[in-house]
C-alpha cells in the first residue's frame, strides 16, 4: 500500500511542475534564426542570456512564453499572433508595430509595458498585474474584442489607442 501511495505522490508531483523551455528552441533563437513558429520559451528567464534585447521581424506566432522573465526586451515589427504569454514578467518590455492578434497576457506583469501601433485584436489581458507605479505606453495600439477584464491602465498613455467591441469589466482607468 505504501508502494501505491508514493507512487501516486510522484506522478502527481510531476504532474504539477511547470512546463520547461524547449533549448532546442532557445538554441535556435540564440543563432540568430528568426522563424520561431509554435517555439516554447515557457519560464525561460531571457535576462540570464547575453542575447541583445531588441527582437526586430521574429516570427513568434503559436509560441508558449508563458511564465518567461522578458524584462526590458523589445518586440518590433514582430508576428506574436495567438502566443500564450500568461503569467510572463514584461518589466520595461516594448512591443512596436507588430501583431499580437489572439495572444493571452493572462496575469502577465506588465509594469512599464509599451505597446506602440500593434495590432491587438481578440488579446486577453485578464488580470494583469500592473503594481501602483505602472507607466503604460499604449499609444496607437488597436484592441478590437479584446478581454481587459480586471485589468488596470492607471497611468497610462492612451493617446489615439482603440479600444473597439472590448471587455472592459472592472478595468481600472485612473489613479
Not at 504532474?15 to 519560464?43: H, I, T
Not at 507588430?98 to 505597446?115: E, V
Request: one cysteine or more; proline letters at 1%; glycine letters at 10%.
Amino acid at each position: 500500500m505504501k508502494r501505491i501511495a508514493i507512487s501516486i505522490g510522484v506522478l502527481v508531483l510531476l504532474a504539477v511542475q511547470a512546463v520547461a523551455f524547449n533549448q532546442g528552441d532557445v538554441d535556435r533563437f540564440l543563432a540568430g534564426e528568426k522563424n520561431l513558429q509554435g517555439a516554447g520559451f515557457s519560464n525561460l528567464n531571457m535576462v540570464q542570456y547575453g542575447s541583445s534585447k531588441q527582437m526586430d521581424t521574429y516570427n513568434f506566432k503559436d509560441s508558449n512564453w508563458a511564465g518567461a522573465r522578458l524584462i526590458s526586451r523589445w518586440f518590433i515589427n514582430c508576428d506574436a499572433r495567438n502566443a500564450n504569454f500568461d503569467g510572463a514578467n514584461f518589466d520595461g518590455a516594448k512591443f512596436e508595430q507588430g501583431n499580437i492578434s489572439s495572444a493571452s497576457f493572462k496575469g502577465a506583469g506588465i509594469p512599464n509595458f509599451t505597446l506602440s501601433g500593434v495590432k491587438a485584436r481578440q488579446c486577453s489581458f485578464e488580470g494583469v498585474d500592473t503594481t501602483a507605479t505602472s507607466l503604460y505606453n499604449i499609444q496607437g495600439a488597436h484592441f478590437g474584442s479584446s478581454d481587459l477584464t480586471g485589468s488596470s491602465f492607471k497611468h497610462s498613455n492612451l493617446t489615439k489607442a482603440v479600444f473597439a467591441n472590448c471587455t472592459l469589466i472592472g478595468v481600472q482607468w485612473t489613479g
